[in-house]
């Protein structure tokens, strides 16, 4: 069976440190990989999106970037972090046209002090 | 205007109660509704997923799409406490490589004894 990991589970960062966090997907291959950001009464909104190997789509403008070094591999990063970017990071799989549902990690709590 | 619309609530019931959760959305393109549900600090789940106007039943849940209204409803009967979360509906959209979802803000539900 397909399972998700995104970790840390929580961190607490200073303004102008800079953050990465890391996904990882088990059992297929070639999924479709997300990041989300999930804001206090904002709902889940879509930062970036990957179809394959170095494939990134990038929703809105920020101060973030995403990179796919390998098939189930999916990296969020920043170089200097902004208290804006405080929130609750969610990364999801999906899989073909047939699946349409996302899978979604456990999500890492980010707070930038 | 939002693409969706969803009442944050907090909607609290008694034990036992139907309960209807709503959203309505913006863009006639949007092919497929899903229902995820959020307990607190944890990613979303996928609850049930639909395509078509009508209704699609699944245990104590009922889905129902109105494409003509854009409007959809989670119904949750015999709701129990462990039935408490946020529950977040979401429109798929095809790229022709991947689906993209646009999710509502959640509604924040709470069965009390």
């Known amino acids: 069976s397909q399972t998700i990991h995104q970790w840390p589970a929580t961190l607490v960062q200073p303004v102008g440190s800079p953050l990465s966090l890391e996904c990882t997907v088990e059992?297929?291959?070639?999924?479709?990989l997300y990041w989300y950001r999930q804001a206090a009464g904002r709902g889940l909104q879509l930062l970036f999106y990957s179809v394959g190997i170095g494939q990134i789509s990038s929703e809105v403008p920020q101060n973030l970037s995403a990179s796919r070094p390998q098939d189930r591999q999916f990296i969020l990063s920043s170089k200097k972090l902004l208290l804006s970017d405080s929130g609750f990071y969610l990364c999801?799989?999906?899989?073909?046209?047939?699946?349409?549902?996302?899978?979604f990690g456990s999500g890492t709590r980010l707070t930038v002090v | 205007q939002k693409e969706v619309e969803q009442d944050p609530g907090p909607l609290s019931v008694p034990e036992g109660a139907i309960v209807s959760l709503n959203c309505t959305y913006s863009?006639?393109?949007?092919?497929?509704f899903m229902w995820y549900r959020q307990y607190s600090r944890k990613g979303p789940e996928l609850l049930m997923y639909t395509y078509s106007s009508g209704n699609k039943e699944d245990g104590r849940f009922t889905a129902q799409v109105d494409k003509s209204s854009k409007y959809i409803s989670l119904f949750i009967r015999d709701s129990q406490p462990s039935d408490s979360a946020t529950y977040l509906c979401?429109?798929?959209?095809?790229?022709?490589?991947?689906?993209?979802?646009?999710f509502g803000t959640g509604t924040r539900l709470q069965v009390t004894l």
């Open positions: 059992g297929t291959s070639n999924p479709n």
């Open positions: 863009n006639s393109a949007f092919q497929y």
């Open positions: 999801a799989w999906s899989g073909t046209f047939k699946n349409y549902g996302y899978t």
């Open positions: 979401a429109m798929v959209l095809f790229t022709g490589t991947a689906s993209k979802l646009t």
